[in-house]
């Protein structure tokens, strides 16, 4: 990865008396340094990313502090870190993207509840539901209640979210549950200020080592019998600790309003959205201060039963706000509610969606029928006129079209090595017929979308191949399985590659060879070119994802015996490897690795490089794809084949013409794709490439001149 955070390092560094301004994330990534944290791992995921990404390149701060910093192979192997806090008084903090990561770690993360922790272990999770969000939609909150882990939902406000990660140490020592740290993607990119602490070594690190192991303790695994006992010990003694933590240290806040017999119970990330959406009521002034009473949860799980009650009780109506389904807040206050015969009416999911993120217009559209009953005094037409003026905003805008604007899903960048690939695959079905493809997650998912339409399934990161198993054996023509190399090494390997060979799969993988895992930001992995590749490659325009063969070797040795290795580029080239791979007689995996560097990665390689060189006024050569307009037939077959932005149409400028034809616009990085499809595919003649050449050599100059006259000549005659 080659982002410099070296801005965010400094911000890192901050002590006592300073203040620190910025998101959301990094303050979270400051607030761990504060709390002496021991290690750090994860596995990168928008919207946590950053704080993975800061720490890795931050080697010398935590080299100074003792820190270890892991970057792991997936959550589980996070997860499972997080075994050092169960024996030794160890801080520890880990961090994912979930559900997804959730999901993959919910082994480790149950064999690590059962037992306990003894040193704070912290899970940073980016809770990626909603608007803007990349993976299916649940909640983690389902797995803090199955495993007895205490969830922390701060309030979106800098100063509330780094101490919420220090009490997420000391709740978790002080109950020996783990405690997950729950962040949306707006408050991992909330910006705000905050007062530091200095950064605390902590006593046990890489500077001050254990000399022994701990002792033999047969009740710290989780084994039967031991873990009988350990689910007693769940309800009997840490739950009630941590409630007891909650209580004593105030981390669930109560802010009385004017109207104080009318509540609303939020989650703290919600907590901003609610105090905007009260503001269109006039329940709210300009600096938050709330007309109704609040319970801000800032845990969500457990939830203390005598101070929800005492919230409620009293009250003439209270109102949960819950994002996502199902309802376990609601549910679990409804019981203790009854439990104790408190009649307070209660809302909740009766006024609000079910589903989907609780935007300040969802929380308005529910607070309305809430208000008429409660606060009657109040107005809410003003409300519903404001969020029907929304409606009919959104609506015009279309209507200003003559036709409906096409939607926009994201798709592959500019020049990106996998496109080639799609386009390939296209023309090889075109010859052997449509074959199931199992999709994966990457980059390459944005094959799933026009004009490729490649995928019939994603089953998780590193699944495709595994979710093929049951599908292969049913079809007349091979599957397909696409996979990231992040994805080969996340869980591909041995969910999929491993099983198919023991089963012997007659099957097809596709392994995209980008060098990175690039659909998170770029994060190294095993098979990342080496720094010294880099520098030897310093000067040079090629791909340098062949300087690492750990993937090949890797299958090789696991025993794969059809693999082609195949540049993503060589359109021809891959649709015949992908052909052979469809028809060959061979009867077991095969295997073809497309190989191109990520472009966003050469880039940024490259772009330091060229830019030295204008500045020594040394020769630069650019390279551009075009379209002849007079040539072009305007059949699209290249946009068809291609998707790549840059190659879009503009108006015939024959006027004999009704079709548009193909033009490419600025922003071309000359990747060749268009001249390869042309081969390939045998397109109409239409496309030229053209050599830009800053600083040229006097012989170059020399050449152009005389081409300009004779051209000139051309034209006069
Ligand atoms: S980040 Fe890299 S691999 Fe991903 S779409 Fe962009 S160029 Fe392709
Ligand atoms: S050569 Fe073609 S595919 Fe490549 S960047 Fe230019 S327009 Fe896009």
């Known amino acids: 990865m080659e982002v410099s955070f070296s801005k965010e390092i400094e911000q890192l560094r901050l002590g006592a008396g300073a203040t620190f301004h910025g998101e959301g994330i990094l303050a979270i990534t400051k607030a761990l340094l504060q709390s002496g944290v021991s290690y750090v791992g994860g596995y990168q995921g928008a919207p ?65 509840s059962s037992p306990g922790v003894v040193g704070g272990a912290l899970i940073v999770v980016g809770e990626d539901y909603g608007e803007g969000a990349s993976v299916i939609q649940e909640r983690t909150h389902a797995y803090a209640l199955k495993s007895s882990m205490v969830l922390l939902d701060p309030r979106p406000d800098l100063a509330v979210m780094v101490r919420m990660v220090e009490e997420g140490f000391r709740i978790s020592e002080a109950s020996n549950m783990p405690a997950i740290l729950e962040l949306r993607i707006r408050a991992c990119h909330v910006r705000g200020s905050f007062e530091c602490k200095d950064n605390l070594a902590p006593h046990h690190s890489t500077r001050h080592r254990f000399a022994e192991p701990a002792a033999f303790d047969y009740a710290k695994l989780a084994h039967p019998p031991v873990t009988f006992r350990h689910e007693k010990l769940k309800s009997a003694e840490r739950i009630p600790a941590a409630r007891r933590y909650i209580e004593q240290q105030g981390l669930n806040e109560v802010f009385e309003g004017r109207i104080a017999d ?32 609040l319970l801000v949860l800032n845990v969500t799980c457990p939830l203390v039963p005598e101070a929800v009650a005492a919230f409620c009780v009293g009250k003439r109506g209270v109102l949960v706000l819950e994002e996502g ?49 409660y606060v009657a005094e109040t107005p809410t037409s003003p409300v519903a006129q404001w969020l029907a003026d929304n409606r009919a905003r959104r609506a015009a805008v279309p209507a200003q079209f003559e036709r409906p604007l096409p939607a926009r899903p994201p798709g592959f960048c500019i020049g990106c090595p996998e496109r080639p690939v799609f386009s390939a695959l ?85 392994i995209f060879k980008n060098g990175y895992t690039s659909a998170t930001g770029t994060q190294e992995i095993i098979s990342t070119p080496n720094d010294a590749a880099r520098e030897a490659a310093a000067d040079k325009l090629t791909s340098l994802t062949d300087t690492n063969q750990t993937i090949e070797t890797t299958l090789k040795g696991l025993g794969v015996a059809w693999l082609r290795t195949v540049h993503t580029y060589r ?99 000359g990747c060749g794709l268009c001249g390869e499809n042309a081969h390939a595919a045998t397109l109409c003649p239409s496309f030229y490439r053209a050599e830009i050449v800053t600083n040229p050599k006097w012989h170059e100059r020399l050449l152009d001149a005389v081409r300009g006259r004779v051209i000139r000549a051309l034209e006069r005659a």
Request: with cysteine.
């Open 48 to 112: 946590v990313s950053h704080l993975l990404d800061v720490m890795v390149q931050a080697k010398a701060l935590m080299s100074e502090l003792g820190v270890h910093v892991e970057a792991c192979s997936n959550e589980a192997s996070a997860a499972a870190m997080l075994g050092a806090s169960i024996h030794y008084p160890l801080r520890g903090a880990v961090t994912w993207k979930s559900i997804v990561g959730t999901n993959v770690a919910s082994d480790a993360l149950s064999n690590l």
């Open 262 to 293: 009318v509540g609303v119970i939020v989650q703290g990330g919600l907590y901003n959205s609610l105090i905007r959406a009260l503001q269109q009521f006039g329940l709210a002034d300009a600096f938050g201060v709330s007309a109704l009473s």
């Open 571 to 669: 359109v021809a080239e891959m649709r015949s490897t992908l052909i052979e791979a469809f028809t060959s007689p061979f009867d077991g995996l095969k295997v073809v690795i497309a190989e191109g560097e990520c472009q966003l990665e050469r880039q940024r390689r490259i772009r330091p490089w060229l830019a030295g060189l204008l500045q020594r006024g040394e020769r630069v050569e650019r390279v551009r794809y075009g379209v002849d307009e007079d040539v072009c037939n305007g059949d699209h077959a290249c946009i068809r084949l291609s998707g790549c932005p840059t190659l879009t149409v503009k108006d015939n400028p024959d006027p004999l013409k009704v079709d548009p034809v193909a033009t490419v616009i600025d922003g071309c990085v």
């Open 325 to 373: 389904q199902p309802e376990y807040i609601e549910q679990e206050i409804a019981t203790l509610l009854r439990r104790r015969d408190v009649q307070t009416p209660l809302h909740g999911k009766d006024l609000l969606p079910s589903a989907g993120e609780y935007s300040i217009e969802v929380l308005a559209e529910g607070l309305i029928p809430f208000v008429q009953r």
């Open 426 to 510: 296209k023309l090889a079905q075109q010859q052997v017929g449509r074959v199931h493809i199992s999709a994966d997650i990457g980059c390459h998912a944005f094959g799933t979308f026009e004009p490729f339409s490649s995928g019939h399934s994603i089953l998780g990161y590193g699944m495709s191949l595994a979710s093929s198993a049951g599908v292969s054996p049913m079809m007349q023509r091979r599957t397909l399985s696409i996979m990231g190399d992040g994805g080969f090494w996340h869980n591909g390997l041995i969910t999929g590659v491993q099983s198919a060979l023991l089963n012997g799969d007659d099957s097809v993988l596709l």
